[in-house]
Every structure is written in structure tokens, then in C-alpha cells.
């Protein structure tokens, strides 16, 4: 991991747990959890042993080393299981077995367990979440979140990414309020803006316009309850070698963001920077699936991000 802003004080957070679902797992045990500075999975100092004999669903202590800005960092976790193990999105390096120090690192797009950060912060430094899917997670990418867009743009102009986001997520499957994925950090306090970055999925699984509209109007009102007032929509991506109904109703949708007064003021248009046709992703950007983006793909998508949603510090 690696910030674009100080973290004064933080801890680490575990469960056995897959947000997108709501499912826990059982039978988990973390024996050492260390962090330290880090590079390509490897740390370059002696890390710190930050916690041990932890199961999942409890949290470290408070850690008052701060996590300094434009410093690479790792977690480095071990734990065990009886039961089945919860993996979510995220890049890292695992290896099957950590009896010995030569343990072969492999480098992973899927971590066990929901791991995340709850960091204390300067009151003047931004905090900007996305609700979105696979796209917004940076999937693609060699390192998904840590290359997604929101956090490439959060660590250029200083402000600490949150992510709503669940790869093969919908705006249906966001629909209830009283889901665990809404309400996981209702007990912190909330982003100062968001992006509405949600929709691939229900459009090329056949939603309909009207459907994207009804289930945006939805998935809105909850964003506004549950993140921030302040929000921001992005366009829809192409996928390439698609063509037909679903993509007549992809562009009938980002048409209908454009020309509509609340959406369009705060619309980031997200296709141009990595699409040069609005039918395909541009060859230097596509992963090789033609959906997903590589992570120079995610950093051209953050460039349409040209208006700043709250101030951020001088």
C-alpha cells in the first residue's frame, strides 16, 4: 500500500468475511500480523509485529507509528483455518506455507480474508469513497484497489480512498439498505464525496434504460444516506467485441447522464480517456479480456476526474 497522505494513527481490522455476500466463514486463527515498509512484496526493514494469537472479527491495537505519505507499506498476515476461507479483491502476495523465511511469494489478485484499515487522519484532508464494481476495484490491474482509479487519484492530490466496491457487483445487488455492505462502517465517520461508479454489470446483463434509471435513482438515495450527499457519477465502459442491445443501452444510459442537469454537473466521462471509439477498450489499456483495464488504464480513467468534489489542502 502506499498513501498520498499521512495516516497518524491506525489499526487493522479481520474477518473471515466476503462484504459483497455478507457471508462469515468459521474456524480462523491470525497467529502474527507485522507491517513495516515495504517493495514488490518483500519488506526492506526489520517489520513490526503489530499483533498475535488474533482471530478473526477482532482488530489490532492502535498503532502510533504513522504511516507516512509516499511510503510503500505491507501487512504481512498468517493464519489458519478449518472451514472455508473468504477471499476478496485485492493484490498482494501469498504463499501456501510460512514454516520457512525462503517461502516462495507468489503475487495474487484475491487476499484471504476481509482485511482493511480504520485510520485517523488530519480533519483537512479529504476522504473520497466509490461505489462501484470490478472496474472501480481495478481488476486488471498486476495489484487491484492498490492501481484502481479512485486510489491512482487519491494519492495525486491527497486524499484517502474508500471502497464500496465488489467485483460482479450490481446496482440491484445493492438495492437493500440494511445489507452488510452498506452498513460495515456506518460506525466511522463518512467521506466527504463519493462516485456513483455502479451499472456495467446490470446493463450487459440485460437491465434495460428504464431499469438503470429506476435502479440508479435507488442505489442514489442510499449512497446519500449511508456515504455522502456530495456525489459524483462516472460513465460506463465499452467492452470490446460486444456489440448489439446491450450496448445501445450502455450509450443510451451515459447519453441520458449527460443530458440530465443533476447528473451531468458532477459526470466524469471516464470512456474517452480509454476508449477512442466508444465501442472497444484502446489496446494499451485492455488487460486482455476486453473488459478489464491494465493499470495504465486506470490511470488514464482518473484524468476525467477534472473537477474537485471538496477542497483539498493547499
Same mark, same amino acid.
Request: with cysteine.
Given at each position: 500500500m502506499r498513501f498520498g497522505i499521512r495516516i497518524n494513527r491506525w489499526r487493522i481490522h479481520f474477518r473471515n468475511n466476503n462484504p459483497r455476500f455478507g457471508v462469515i466463514g468459521? /474456524?480462523?486463527?491470525?497467529?502474527?500480523?507485522?507491517?513495516?515498509?515495504?517493495?514488490?512484496?518483500?519488506?526492506?526493514?526489520?517489520?513490526?509485529?503489530?499483533?498475535?494469537?488474533?482471530?478473526?472479527?477482532?482488530?489490532?491495537?492502535?498503532?502510533?507509528?504513522?504511516?507516512?505519505?509516499?511510503?510503500?507499506?505491507?501487512?504481512?498476515?498468517?493464519?489458519?483455518?478449518?472451514?472455508?476461507?473468504?477471499?476478496?479483491?485485492?493484490?498482494?502476495?501469498?504463499?501456501?506455507?510460512?514454516?520457512?523465511?525462503?517461502?516462495?511469494?507468489?503475487?495474487?489478485?484475491?487476499?484471504?480474508?476481509?482485511?482493511?484499515?480504520?485510520?485517523?487522519?488530519?480533519?483537512?484532508?479529504p476522504v473520497l469513497a466509490v461505489f462501484g464494481d470490478s472496474l472501480a476495484s481495478g481488476v486488471g490491474a498486476s495489484l487491484p484497489v492498490f492501481e484502481s482509479w479512485l486510489s491512482i487519484y487519491c494519492r495525486r492530490i491527497g486524499?484517502?480512498?474508500?471502497?464500496?466496491?465488489?467485483?460482479?457487483?450490481?446496482?440491484?445487488?445493492?438495492?437493500?439498505?440494511?445489507?452488510?455492505?452498506?452498513?460495515?462502517?456506518?460506525?466511522?465517520?463518512?467521506?466527504?464525496?463519493?462516485?456513483?461508479?455502479? /451499472?456495467?454489470?446490470?446493463?450487459?446483463? /440485460?437491465?434495460?434504460?428504464?431499469?438503470?434509471?429506476?435502479?440508479?435513482?435507488?442505489?442514489?438515495?442510499?449512497?446519500?444516506?449511508?456515504?455522502s450527499p456530495v456525489i459524483a457519477s462516472t460513465t460506463l465502459l465499452p467492452r470490446s467485441r460486444l456489440s448489439g442491445a446491450t450496448e445501445d443501452t450502455r450509450r443510451a444510459y451515459n447519453a441520458w447522464l449527460k443530458t440530465t442537469p443533476d447528473e451531468a454537473r458532477d459526470l466524469c466521462d471516464m470512456v474517452p480517456p480509454v476508449s477512442r471509439n466508444d465501442e472497444d477498450i484502446s489496446p494499451g489499456f485492455d488487460c486482455g479480456d476486453g473488459v478489464h483495464l491494465n493499470a495504465s488504464g486506470y490511470r488514464s480513467m482518473q484524468t476525467a476526474i477534472t473537477r474537485a468534489l471538496v477542497p483539498t489542502p493547499a
Amino acid at each position: 500500500m502506499r498513501f498520498g497522505i499521512r495516516i497518524n494513527r491506525w489499526r487493522i481490522h479481520f474477518r473471515n468475511n466476503n462484504p459483497r455476500f455478507g457471508v462469515i466463514g468459521s /474456524g480462523v486463527s491470525l497467529p502474527q500480523v507485522y507491517f513495516g515498509p515495504a517493495t514488490s512484496g518483500a519488506f526492506t526493514a526489520t517489520p513490526a509485529l503489530i499483533a498475535s494469537d488474533r482471530t478473526t472479527g477482532t482488530v489490532t491495537r492502535w498503532q502510533r507509528t504513522p504511516i507516512e505519505a509516499g511510503v510503500e507499506y505491507a501487512i504481512s498476515y498468517s493464519f489458519s483455518t478449518t472451514g472455508i476461507t473468504r477471499r476478496v479483491v485485492g493484490g498482494g502476495w501469498s504463499a501456501s506455507s510460512v514454516s520457512s523465511q525462503s517461502a516462495t511469494l507468489t503475487r495474487v489478485v484475491s487476499l484471504p480474508l476481509d482485511a482493511w484499515i480504520e485510520a485517523e487522519i488530519e480533519p483537512d484532508v479529504p476522504v473520497l469513497a466509490v461505489f462501484g464494481d470490478s472496474l472501480a476495484s481495478g481488476v486488471g490491474a498486476s495489484l487491484p484497489v492498490f492501481e484502481s482509479w479512485l486510489s491512482i487519484y487519491c494519492r495525486r492530490i491527497g486524499a484517502l480512498p474508500v471502497h464500496y466496491t465488489a467485483s460482479g457487483d450490481t446496482m440491484a445487488g445493492w438495492s437493500n439498505p440494511f445489507a452488510h455492505k452498506w452498513a460495515r462502517w456506518q460506525h466511522l465517520s463518512r467521506p466527504d464525496a463519493a462516485f456513483h461508479a455502479m /451499472g456495467s454489470n446490470d446493463v450487459f446483463a /440485460g437491465a434495460s434504460l428504464d431499469q438503470m434509471q429506476e435502479r440508479r435513482a435507488t442505489t442514489m438515495q442510499i449512497l446519500t444516506e449511508y456515504v455522502s450527499p456530495v456525489i459524483a457519477s462516472t460513465t460506463l465502459l465499452p467492452r470490446s467485441r460486444l456489440s448489439g442491445a446491450t450496448e445501445d443501452t450502455r450509450r443510451a444510459y451515459n447519453a441520458w447522464l449527460k443530458t440530465t442537469p443533476d447528473e451531468a454537473r458532477d459526470l466524469c466521462d471516464m470512456v474517452p480517456p480509454v476508449s477512442r471509439n466508444d465501442e472497444d477498450i484502446s489496446p494499451g489499456f485492455d488487460c486482455g479480456d476486453g473488459v478489464h483495464l491494465n493499470a495504465s488504464g486506470y490511470r488514464s480513467m482518473q484524468t476525467a476526474i477534472t473537477r474537485a468534489l471538496v477542497p483539498t489542502p493547499a
